[in-house]
C-alpha cells in the first residue's frame, strides 16, 4: 500500500471513528457566566427538557426552599428587556438581556423590586388591562449580577413555590439548555435506561402498540439478553429513560441519545434550542398514544415522518432499521445527560421468515374510512360535518374514524376521531345545524378524557365553525346564559375599612370569560387573576377612605354580559 492510499485510508477513519463517536458537536456556551437565580439552596424541581403534556419543559424549576418571597436575583449583568404577567402560563415574569447576546427569565414571580413594581403598575394602569406583555426600554432598568429583582413565588401555571429560569438566545429566542453553561450542580451520575420499546414502521405508529423488552446491565452495559426475531422488514426503537443528579432522589429528563446499526450512526436527539413555537412537537417525539393511553413516557429514535428536523440529527436515515437483508444487526443506543456522562443499551435484531407483505406504510383505509397522511391537506366532510386539516397538522398517517351519537337531550354528538391522535395546529371543524333559535349565540364544545374546551361557533348559512388542537366527541351548545359574579366576603353597603382586598368569583357554563373589568366610582380598578380563578384586589391608594360604587362587568366567549354595582364605605 503506497503512502497515499495509507493516509487516505487513516483520515477515512479517522473521520468514521469521531461521527461514530458523537452525532452531536460540542457546544459553545460560556461557562460560569450566570450564577444561580434565587438566595436559596441550589436544588432543583425540574430541569431543562423533561416531558409534559403538549411541551418540553423549557428551563429549570429552581426550589426556594418550599418557601415565597425568596429573593430573586440577576444570573448575570444586563438590563430589564421585557416584563409580562398573565393568568395561566408563567404569571409574574422578568426577562433580562445580557450583552454576551443571551436573555434570562424569571417567571413565577410575586413582587418586582420596587422601581419595577411601580412602573408597571402605572403602566397597567395606563393601559386599563391587569394582564401585560411589556418591552421596557434599554436603559431604564439596568441591573447587575446578584442584584435583587424580585420575589419568588407561586403564579401562574406553577403547583408550588420555585422559580423557573431560562437562558434564550437573544436574536433567535431559542431556549437554551442551562446545564451547558455551568449552573454548578454537580452531577457524576448517568442516566438510567428503563425500557426500550420496538414499533414495525411498516404501519403506522398510532395503529399499533409497541413491543417492550426487559433490559439487563452488565458490567455497566445494559442489554437485551436473546436476539431480537421480528416478522416485519422495519422496526424503530424508542426509549424510557430518565436522569439525576448527585446528592437528589428526583429523576429528572434526559438530554440526548443517539442510535447506531453495526456502529454506524443513524440518528440522534439533542434537547437544547427550542423555541416556544417549537415545543409542541414533544407530541412528535414521545408516543403520545401511549401515553394518552395511560403507558409510560417514551422517547422516539425515529423521526415521525410529518416532524421536521427539530431536536434530531439525521446521520444515515430518519431511525427506521431496514431489515430486508436478513442478517443479524447490532445496535447500540447511548443516552447522556449534560454533564457528559453516558449509559449504553446493546442488543441484537434480525428480521424473522414469516414477514407479512403491507402496503400504504399499513393505511389501507376501508370504505366507511379516510387515510389522513402527515404533509397534505387532509379533510372529512359530509352532510352534518367537515374536519379540515391543513399540511403541518399531523405527524404519522391514520385511518380517520367519525360516529355520530344522538344524545338524550340537546344537539348532536359527533366523535371526530379520538384523542390519542395529537395535532400539532389546530384544525378547523364545520358543523351543520338549522334549528339554533339564537345562531349568534352558539358554542362548539369539545370533550374527552375528562378534559372540555369550549369556542365562540362562527355562523354562516346554517354552518357553525371553531378550530380546535385536538380530536375528540365535539357538539353545538347554545349559550343564552350570561355569567355569574359572586363576591367573596364582601357585600353590598359593607363598611370595608379591616378588608386588605376585594375578592370576586366568576362561573360560566362555557368555563371562557372574554372580558373582565371593574371601575371604581368611574376609574379603572386593577384586578389580578392569577390562575384564572379569583379576581383579586388588593387595597391601595386607588380606593381611599370614604364611600365608593363598584361596577363590575364580565362578558363570557358567546357574548353574554353581566354588570352588577356594588356600593361600600372605607
Same mark, same amino acid.
Given at each position: ?279 409542541? =412537537? ?171 374546551? =369550549? ?116
Amino acid at each position: 500500500m503506497n503512502v497515499h492510499k495509507l493516509t487516505a485510508l487513516c483520515l477515512f477513519l479517522l473521520i468514521f471513528i469521531s461521527a461514530t463517536a458523537q452525532i452531536f458537536p460540542a457546544k459553545n456556551y460560556p461557562q460560569g457566566y450566570f450564577q444561580w437565580p434565587v438566595i436559596a439552596k441550589h436544588a432543583l424541581a425540574a430541569n431543562f427538557g423533561e416531558l409534559r403534556p403538549n411541551h418540553y419543559h423549557m428551563g429549570l424549576d429552581c426550589k426556594t426552599d418550599q418557601r415565597e418571597n425568596v429573593p430573586v436575583v440577576a444570573a448575570a449583568d444586563g438590563y430589564i428587556a421585557k416584563v409580562k404577567i398573565e393568568p395561566f402560563g408563567f404569571g409574574r415574569c422578568i426577562y433580562i438581556n445580557h450583552p454576551n447576546g443571551l436573555t434570562t427569565l424569571y417567571a413565577h414571580l410575586n413582587d418586582f423590586y420596587p422601581a419595577l413594581e411601580k412602573y408597571i403598575t402605572e403602566l397597567q394602569y395606563e393601559q386599563q388591562s391587569w394582564k401585560v406583555f411589556v418591552d421596557i426600554p434599554e436603559g431604564m432598568f439596568p441591573v447587575k449580577k446578584g442584584q435583587q429583582i424580585a420575589f419568588s413565588g407561586n403564579t401562574g401555571g406553577s403547583q408550588g413555590p420555585h422559580t423557573h429560569f431560562e437562558i434564550r438566545d437573544t436574536k433567535t429566542d431559542k431556549v437554551l439548555n442551562p446545564f451547558l453553561f455551568g449552573m454548578g450542580l454537580p452531577d457524576n451520575i448517568p442516566p438510567d435506561i428503563f425500557r426500550v420499546a420496538m414499533y414495525d414502521r411498516c404501519l403506522s405508529t398510532y395503529e399499533q402498540s409497541p413491543k417492550f423488552y426487559n433490559l439487563k446491565k452488565e458490567n455497566g452495559i445494559y442489554t437485551i439478553p436473546a436476539v431480537i426475531i421480528t416478522n416485519t422488514d422495519k422496526v424503530s426503537f424508542a426509549i424510557a429513560a430518565t436522569d439525576r443528579f448527585s446528592g437528589s432522589p428526583h429523576k429528572y429528563g434526559i438530554y440526548e441519545a443517539s442510535l447506531s446499526n453495526d456502529e454506524r450512526p443513524v440518528i440522534g436527539f439533542q434537547i437544547d434550542s427550542i423555541s416556544y413555537d417549537e415545543t409542541r =412537537y414533544v407530541n412528535a417525539q414521545i408516543d403520545y398514544k401511549l401515553r394518552s393511553d395511560g403507558g409510560p413516557f417514551v422517547q422516539h429514535l425515529s423521526r415521525l415522518p410529518g416532524y421536521p428536523e427539530g431536536i434530531y440529527k439525521q446521520v444515515s436515515g430518519d431511525g427506521v432499521i431496514d431489515l430486508t437483508d436478513d442478517s443479524t444487526h447490532a445496535i447500540k443506543i447511548e443516552v447522556k445527560d449534560a454533564a457528559g456522562n453516558s449509559s449504553i443499551l446493546k442488543f441484537n435484531i434480525k428480521r424473522g421468515t414469516s414477514v407479512q407483505p403491507k402496503t400504504m406504510s399499513g393505511i389501507a383505509a376501508a370504505p366507511s374510512q379516510t387515510a389522513f397522511r402527515p404533509g397534505f391537506v387532509n379533510i372529512f366532510e359530509n352532510e352534518k360535518i367537515c374536519a379540515y386539516l391543513p399540511e403541518p397538522c399531523l405527524y404519522d398517517s391514520f385511518r380517520f374514524t367519525y360516529k355520530e351519537i344522538i344524545p338524550a337531550t340537546g344537539f348532536p354528538v359527533y366523535q371526530v376521531h379520538n384523542a390519542s391522535v395529537p395535532l400539532q395546529t389546530k384544525f378547523s371543524l364545520m358543523i351543520k345545524n338549522s334549528n339554533a333559535v339564537y345562531p349568534d349565540k352558539m358554542v362548539m364544545h369539545r370533550f374527552a378524557n375528562g378534559k372540555n374546551d =369550549y369556542a365562540k361557533a362562527v355562523h354562516n348559512d346554517g354552518w357553525y365553525t371553531a378550530s380546535f388542537k385536538a380530536f375528540g366527541n365535539f357538539q353545538l351548545l347554545q349559550d343564552t346564559v350570561p355569567p355569574a359574579i359572586t363576591p367573596v366576603g364582601f357585600w353590598e353597603g359593607m363598611n370595608v375599612a379591616k378588608l386588605n382586598r376585594l375578592a370576586f368569583v366568576i362561573t360560566d357554563a362555557t368555563e371562557e370569560l372574554q372580558n373582565f373589568s371593574a371601575m371604581l366610582d368611574g376609574k379603572w380598578l386593577r384586578f389580578s387573576n392569577d390562575k384564572g380563578r379569583t379576581f383579586i384586589y388588593k387595597m391601595d391608594e386607588h380606593c381611599g377612605p370614604g364611600k365608593h360604587e363598584l361596577k363590575i362587568s364580565v362578558a363570557d366567549c358567546a357574548g353574554n354580559t353581566t354588570e352588577k354595582w356594588y356600593h361600600f364605605s372605607r
